[in-house]
């Protein structure tokens, strides 16, 4: 069986051809980076509009690597929210319209769900794993106890963690997105070079939630101070970032702790979503997992920014369980997973 996924929420307009067995037949993306880079973050209207200039070529592109007509194509996946809902709409009336002129079965994919089971396209992880969620927009702790169900531990109560390292970035006028710049800086400074705030230290009653503004207050404070020089950037992207592991670290192994006690039969841990590409965090987590004899997943670096092959494999895990949509679902700017 072979699925074609549709990803447009943001500002990849990405798609890919992905079979029942695991394998990536096709994987096309196009980055607007540049289109948006003059306005220092995603313009909604300019990215719906690149979405819908350049879908159908990829969708041919993807179609011709994989050596298939578009008749090959048993299930059509799209994402269908959360996130930029023009984008959305547009990713998911040409899933309608492709599977309602095949006569396909059409599959309506929620984005963080997408980011969720794409380590299973990879790896065999069975239910129930603890899922860190880590993107430009989300931070969040899970129990995914099987496909559709989600129950949230806990979430940021201000910035997404890739939100933080965008706003860093921008202050230090490198290019967006911002993670991976910082990270390259980060690689030539010394982490213990800046003493920065640790999230809600202390605050018991938040041991499973994020919170990463005051951080980024504190970093963008030291950036204005008038000492500070170019010289000084990876001493203090190192210790940003260092402290956003450090947090990302401790929430997770307070979640790892609170499921054994509740005997939870975990099978795993696994981190998604733009930021689990950064390098030293998944480090830290994968260390945190030896100590708590748990194995440890993480997507390859270059599939966990938004793709198409997660909205494709998580198309597919959706319809393998009966779970397909009706030509009349709403695409959606929000759209909680435990809302799934
Ligand atoms: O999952 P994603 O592609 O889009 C959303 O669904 O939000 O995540 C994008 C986010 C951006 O904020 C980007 O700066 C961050 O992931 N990111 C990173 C790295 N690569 C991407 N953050 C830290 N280190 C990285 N290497
Ligand atoms: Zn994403």
Redesign the pocket.
């Known amino acids: 069986m072979i699925v074609l996924g549709i990803e447009t ?2 500002d ?1 307009t990405a798609v890919a051809l992905v079979t029942d067995d695991r394998k990536l037949l096709a994987h096309e993306l196009y980055s607007q980076v540049k289109a948006h880079s003059r306005y220092g973050g995603v313009v909604p209207e300019i990215a719906a509009r690149a979405h819908l200039e350049r879908l159908e070529m990829l969708v041919d592109a993807a179609c011709l690597k994989a050596g298939i007509s578009l008749q090959g194509v048993d299930v059509v996946a799209a994402t269908g929210g959360p ?1 930029l809902i023009g984008g959305v709409i547009v990713g998911t009336v040409a899933a309608k319209a492709l599977a309602l002129s095949l006569n396909k079965p059409y599959v309506a994919v929620n ?2 769900e997408a ?1 969720a089971l794409m380590p299973r396209f990879i790896d065999d992880i069975s239910f129930p794993f603890l899922l860190l969620l ?5 931070c969040q702790l899970l129990l995914a106890r099987d496909v559709g169900q989600y129950e949230i531990m806990g979430s940021t109560m201000d910035d ?7 706003k860093v ?1 921008k202050k230090l006028c490198l290019p ?9 800086l980060a690689r030539e400074g010394d982490k213990d070079a800046y003493n920065l705030p640790f999230p809600l230290k202390g605050k018991k009653e938040h041991s499973l939630n994020f919170s990463f503004s005051g951080l980024k207050t504190a970093v963008l404070n030291k950036i204005d101070d008038p000492e500070f020089g170019e010289n000084d950037m990876p001493n203090l992207c190192a210790s940003f ?1 260092e402290v ?1 592991g450090q947090s990302l670290e401790d929430r997770s192994r307070y979640a790892l702790m609170k499921l054994k006690e509740d005997n939870t039969d975990l099978k795993g841990f696994v981190v ?10 998944r480090l830290k987590l994968e260390k945190m997992c030896i100590d708590h004899k748990i194995p440890f997943f993480a997507p390859p ?1 270059s599939l ?4 198409g092959v997660m909205v494709a494999w998580a198309g597919l895990e959706r319809f393998n369980k009966g779970l397909i949509s009706p030509l009349d679902f709403a695409p959606r700017p929000r759209w909680p997973l435990s809302e799934l």
Not at 176 to 184: I, R
Not at 272 to 281: D, F, K, L, M, R
Request: hydrophobic share 35%.
């Open positions: 929420s943001c990849e996130g984005h963080l980011h880590v993107s430009g927009g989300h997404a963690v890739g939100e933080a390292f965008d970035a967006l997105p911002g993670g991976p710049h910082v990270e390259k970032q956003v998604s979503g733009g930021v689990a590409a950064n390098e030293s965090i670096v966990c920014t938004d793709n």
